[in-house]
């Protein structure tokens, strides 16, 4: 008998990637979506679709069923401006609660949470599990949220829930249109202003997909496993683009402080004008950060791969090209 999973955040760029993972490997996925989304890629997958909001406690217990085999928990909001942030903690903060509470009542047996390298804050160097989560200190609402998310399923663990949480980096890959791929497509257009300073640790979504899917067997209670992979600059990753397009790059980053300062004014106008600037004070700290992440343990645990950083790039630009998305772009690497 198949095994059933039900999933949050279907519809995003992560759920897309589990939802096909786990239907490769037989699961039976029930599939959580507001009546607003955009359902055009989960549309061509044959998994199970339910209407539903992690903000709506009772539509949660309406869609969750009795006994399911695993529960992910992987919707999220991203959002980096600080006038979203209530939203943000509406999704983020008491979307997980009513997540696990629904998880605890449907007597759910494993809780599989996605959570983020962001949960331990503006840290710097290099990043392993057994250094203190600085999250709720962090001036980045992002930062601050997906660390209390994780307080909430811990809480949950404390009542009996069978919960692990996994937390990607800077993830790349198929069904991203509005992540790293926009800066695909100001490659591609030639519109890329600049090049942030920072360096992350960037992942292929696949392979985050798959380790989620490994955690529901291998993964143990109340375990933290980060999925990091190549280490990267944005200089590095924005030449890998423009490699892969043909396309000229930006030769240097530009200095954290001209960023920090764009950011601050980008937020003024914001105020101003109520419209989200193209750079805020949050996406300054965050892209200026260097970050680096040692996914041993989840290598070990879970059986999770690295990705060459080349590797994921071309596959993002590709999987762009055949959507239409890079019309304007010169012919991708092959």
């Known amino acids: 008998m198949a095994r059933t999973a039900f999933v949050t955040g279907a519809t995003g760029f992560v759920g897309l990637n589990l939802v096909e993972a786990l239907l490769a490997r037989g699961w039976r996925v029930i599939a959580l979506h507001r009546a607003g989304s955009n359902l055009k890629y989960l549309e061509r997958l044959p998994a199970e679709r339910v209407v539903g909001d992690v903000t709506d406690p009772a539509s949660l217990l ?3 069923p009795e006994g399911v085999d695993a529960v992910f928990h992987v919707a999220g909001d991203t959002n980096l401006w600080s006038r979203r942030n ?10 997980t609660r009513n997540m696990v509470e629904a998880a605890l009542a449907r007597h759910a047996r494993r809780f599989l949470h996605t959570s983020s390298i962001s949960a331990w804050g503006m840290q710097r160097g290099r990043l392993d599990e057994r250094k203190p989560q600085l999250g709720k200190y962090s001036k980045v609402n992002y930062n601050r949220s997906k660390h209390l998310a994780e307080e909430a399923v811990r809480a949950g663990i404390a009542r009996g829930l069978d919960a692990v949480i996994l937390s990607p980096g800077a993830i790349l890959g198929p069904y991203d249109t509005r992540n790293y791929a926009r800066i695909v497509k100001m490659v591609a257009t030639g519109t890329l202003p600049g090049v942030p300073p920072g360096k992350l640790p960037f992942c292929d ?13 291998l993964g143990a209670r109340g375990e933290n496993y980060l999925l990091g992979g190549t280490d990267a600059t944005f200089l590095e990753l924005v030449r890998e683009i423009g490699a892969a397009l043909g396309r000229p790059v930006p030769a240097r980053a530009t200095p954290a402080w001209v960023l920090h300062v764009l950011g601050a004014l980008g ?10 600037p193209a750079l805020t004070p949050e996406t300054a700290r965050q892209s200026t950060r260097q970050l680096t992440c040692d996914s041993s343990k989840a290598m070990r645990a879970l059986g999770y791969r690295a990705v060459p950083l080349r590797e994921m790039v071309g596959d993002c630009v590709s999987r762009l090209a055949a959507e239409g998305l890079l019309a304007s772009a010169a012919a991708p690497r092959r």
């Open 62 to 64: 309406r869609a969750v």
């Open 267 to 276: 937020a003024l106008r914001g105020a101003l004008g109520g419209t989200e």
């Open 205 to 217: 979504v696949r392979e985050v997909a798959k380790a989620h899917v490994a955690a529901f067997e």
């Open 86 to 95: 209530a939203a943000q903690d509406r999704i983020n903060i008491e979307g």
